[in-house]
């Protein structure tokens, strides 16, 4: 089975914090994103990678820098974090073609106080 | 600008009463059709997609959905929910290609009485 690890659950953050959240895939995936879900908005892509070292921006990457240094590993930077960064962020991972299944981490829920 | 539209945010039924819930897309070309699935407190899972041919797709639990091109529409239909399908449900589209981003509908929460 795939598998998408996300580092924490839960992670409570002060304004202007540096906060860096890790996703690992263990299936060899070349695709892997970073959403953020928020109640009535749905999942809203900040950033996709398709390879090592590539990154293309999503729908709302303002605030946000990620990092893929290593095929099994993306990780999403959050240079100062703000009070409407509180969210949910879920990393998902993907095989080649877009019509394969995207499998996603169990979340990660940030407060940002 | 590309988008996916739930027309529904929550739907509550009694168990045994059919479903719809419905999604239409704005994107021009040939797309790649998902419904996906997170029950409380899971991740999200695959309900069924569609990608070619038959435009009547069969998922896991006894979903299906049918994609209408005409109508930029893949509604999610079930005959008969369960107390267990109370979930929240999220429509998803991305264009046809190997390095393309998806994009998601908004999400129905579908609450079933038992």
């Known amino acids: 089975d795939v598998k998408v690890t996300q580092s924490s659950r839960y992670l409570v953050k002060r304004t202007g914090e540096k906060v860096f959240l890790e996703c690992v895939q263990d299936?060899?995936?070349?695709?892997m994103f970073w959403y953020r879900q928020d109640p009535g908005l749905g999942l809203r892509l900040i950033y996709f990678?398709?390879?090592?070292?590539?990154?293309e921006k999503g729908d709302i990457p303002e605030g946000y820098s990620v990092s893929r240094e290593k095929k099994e590993r993306f990780s999403l930077i959050l240079e100062s974090a703000s009070t409407n960064q509180t969210s949910m962020y879920l990393c998902?991972?993907?095989?080649?073609?877009?019509?394969?299944?995207?499998?996603f981490g169990p979340g990660t829920r940030l407060t940002v106080l | 600008a590309q988008s996916v539209s739930q027309h529904n945010h929550h739907v509550i039924l009694s168990e045994a009463a059919s479903l719809e819930l419905g999604c239409n897309y704005s994107?021009?070309?040939?797309?790649?059709l998902f419904w996906y699935v997170q029950y409380p407190g899971q991740h999200l899972q695959l309900l069924l997609k569609?990608?070619?041919?038959?435009?009547l797709v069969k998922g896991i639990k006894g979903f299906e959905a049918e994609f209408i091109k005409s109508k930029f529409s893949f509604n999610l239909r079930k005959p008969s929910v369960q107390w267990s399908d109370t979930a929240e449900y999220f429509c998803?589209?991305?264009?046809?290609?190997?390095?393309?981003?998806?994009?998601f509908g908004a999400g129905t929460r579908l609450t079933v009485k038992p």
């Open positions: 998902a991972s993907r095989s080649g073609y877009s019509y394969n299944e995207q499998f």
């Open positions: 299936m060899d995936h070349e695709n």
């Open positions: 990678s398709y390879d090592v070292k590539m990154k």
């Open positions: 994107y021009g070309g040939t797309v790649n």
């Open positions: 569609y990608f070619s041919g038959d435009p």
């Open positions: 998803a589209v991305n264009e046809v290609g190997i390095n393309n981003d998806m994009r």
